[in-house]
């Protein structure tokens, strides 16, 4: 899930080398925190937040098919 994100992102910024992810498990619920560029960031949030929600249901999808819940956290 983590190589997920980290290769939407870099898809998606200017700045790719900027991108950080990072992951912890707690009990069945995994949180995936990005941080990006600050001149990057609107482009990993998109318009109304689409982008993100993408993301999101994305990570929801293949973390289902291992039983865990997902959570994505965009870090400023």
Do not use: C, W
């Not at 991108?19 to 498990?25: A, H, I």
């Amino acid at each position: 899930m983590q190589d997920l994100v980290t290769y939407i992102a870099r898809s998606l910024v200017d700045n790719p080398d900027a991108v950080t992810v990072t992951m912890s498990e707690e009990d069945d619920t995994v949180t995936i925190g990005l941080a990006v560029a600050k001149e990057d960031l609107g482009k990993v949030i998109g318009k109304q937040g689409r982008t993100a929600r993408a993301m999101r249901s994305l990570l929801a999808v293949t973390a289902g098919k291992q039983n865990k819940r997902s959570r994505l956290d965009i870090l400023e």
